[in-house]
């Protein structure tokens, strides 16, 4: 199974960039605005860093919903530089409040991928038992056992009708055999006939004695007549003999043959009853399995339309707003503002990416679901509009962001860094529906200006005091509109 890839933005990389834009913008407010101002801006940036840092806890301002509220409040009172620092600082509060609910989203993306591996799972399943199923109940055995009855009928016939003829066989050697006993019997009475007259030769009379030798000459040839006659007997039975010996096997052989289909006949049943057998076992589990793909299908979509959409549209509107607020940061504020709207927008970029592949992944499922014929109903068009709908709204971020970036009007080392993660930007904006692009990109990180000791450096890179503050928010007007 093809498993989603879902990139994650990290709380711990935008958290230092939105206490460095923090810092940022207490040294870019402090030359504008009054005392209370400047106060105000200060305290807010102190509240930031120390909710970012995680040590609230306890504090008056605890997370990051106290200090969005508290941060709104204070810049209802301010005007000016101050008021477009303060903007800043809510947009640097409202993401790291999308950092949050990025990780819960992330715990929503990952349930929801668990959730379409387990349905794959099934579904196979499903598949599995719907084709032994299907081919269980092809198996029709009919024909072969109409056709193997035939065959052992025949032979059967086949093998009586040899059984007759060897029985007249073993009837007729049984008659030669008798007929040779009986002329056996026959030419040995002569012989011995013969042999009683020879002995009383001696004593017979002279004048007699040639009458007796012709008697003798008589038996003896009659003997020999018999014993021919049997011979030729034999003879005849010797010819029936093979006959029956070759009747009698092949009777035999159709016997067995007979035997043997009928118990391929059996065997061909059995084959059928356990098709049939086989066939509603699969046909109750394949039923069972799609009772339960329907059931997951549907916790599935719960989740998708409850709280994975709730989670990524929570996190992408904080970012949204980080962005609005830090684009009111001009003139004094000016790069700072860009930053941050440019590095909440790479993030929303990298969020609706997500989204989208995390949906794609349920729309290939959907079609899985359809192209393997389960009975439930599936809306893969629908789902994949909805990850359509979330990758355009993700290029679209991206560019707003490297617009953001271009437009910020830093120079040196830093700008030069923000035109090549521009460009980067653009190019990640041509990922096309379900690629994956390279969401390791940095967001722009100012940590290295958390202290006054960097203010000079920041100010290195900050535009000419007679630049037009405007032309660095060209990207954030743009996006207003």
């Known amino acids: 199974m093809r498993t989603s890839v879902m990139p994650r933005f990290r709380s711990q990389r935008l958290l230092p960039t939105a206490t460095g834009l923090a810092a940022m913008l207490a040294l870019a407010a402090g030359g504008c605005g009054d005392d209370a101002g400047r106060d105000a801006i200060e305290a807010s940036r102190i509240d930031v860093r120390t909710v970012a840092s995680g040590q609230g806890v306890g504090a008056e301002v605890a997370d990051y919903q106290a200090l969005i509220s508290t941060l709104s409040e204070r810049a209802g009172d301010l005007e000016g530089g101050a008021e477009q620092a303060m903007g800043v600082l809510l947009g640097a509060a ?17 349930d929801l991928a668990e959730r379409v591996h ?44 040899q059984a007759e003829r060897a029985a007249e066989l073993a009837a007729r050697a049984a008659d030669l055999q008798a007929q040779i006993d009986d002329l056996r019997a026959q030419a040995l009475e002569q012989r011995s006939l013969a042999g009683e007259l020879e002995l ?8 007699q004695a040639p009458g007796v030798a012709a008697r003798v000459r008589a038996h003896l040839l009659r003997s020999d007549e018999l014993d021919a006659e049997s011979q030729r007997v034999e003879m005849a039975r010797g010819q029936v003999m093979p006959e029956l010996r070759e009747a009698e096997l092949r009777t035999a052989q159709l016997r067995e043959q007979a035997r043997l289909l009928s118990v391929a006949q059996r065997d061909a049943q059995e084959r059928q009853r356990r098709a049939e057998e086989d066939t509603r076992r699969t046909a109750t589990a394949a039923a069972a399995a799609a009772e339960s793909i329907e059931t997951l ?21 904080e970012l949204q707003q980080a962005a609005t607020e830090a684009r ?18 790479q993030v929303l970029g990298g969020l609706h990416l997500r989204r989208s592949l995390a949906l794609l992944e349920v729309a290939r499922l959907h079609e899985y679901i359809a192209e393997v014929g389960v009975p439930v109903a599936t809306d893969a068009a629908g789902i994949e509009s909805d990850a359509e709908s979330a990758h355009q709204a993700g290029v679209d971020a991206y560019g707003a962001a490297a617009n953001a970036y271009c437009g910020s009007r830093i120079r040196g080392d830093v700008g030069q860094r923000l035109t090549e993660l ?17 969401l390791a990109m940095p967001v722009p990180d100012a940590e290295g200006f958390e202290n006054t000791d960097n203010a000079d450096a920041f100010d290195d890179q900050m535009p000419d005091e007679g630049m037009d503050a405007t032309e660095g928010d060209a990207a954030g007007d743009a996006q207003d509109d």
């Open 297 to 317: 299908l549907a916790a599935l979509e719960n989740v998708r339309t409850g709280e994975f959409d709730q989670r990524f549209s929570a996190a992408a509107r």
């Open 118 to 161: 387990v349905l794959r799972g099934h579904v196979a399943r499903w598949s599995r038992l719907a084709a032994q199923s299907e081919a269980a109940s092809r198996v029709n055995v009919s024909d072969e056992v109409r056709e193997l009855l035939e065959q052992e009928r025949a032979r059967t016939t086949e093998a009586e009708a």
């Open 422 to 438: 521009a460009d980067l930007l653009d190019r990640m904006a041509q990922t096309p529906l379900g690629g994956v692009p390279s």
């Open 328 to 345: 009111k940061a001009r003139d004094v504020a000016a790069g700072s503002g860009a930053i941050g709207n440019g590095a909440a927008n």
């Open 94 to 110: 409202r993401s790291g409040r999308a950092s949050e609910l990025n990780e819960a989203a992330v715990l929503s993306e990952f």
């Open 200 to 207: 009383t030769l001696p004593t017979t009379p002279a004048v």
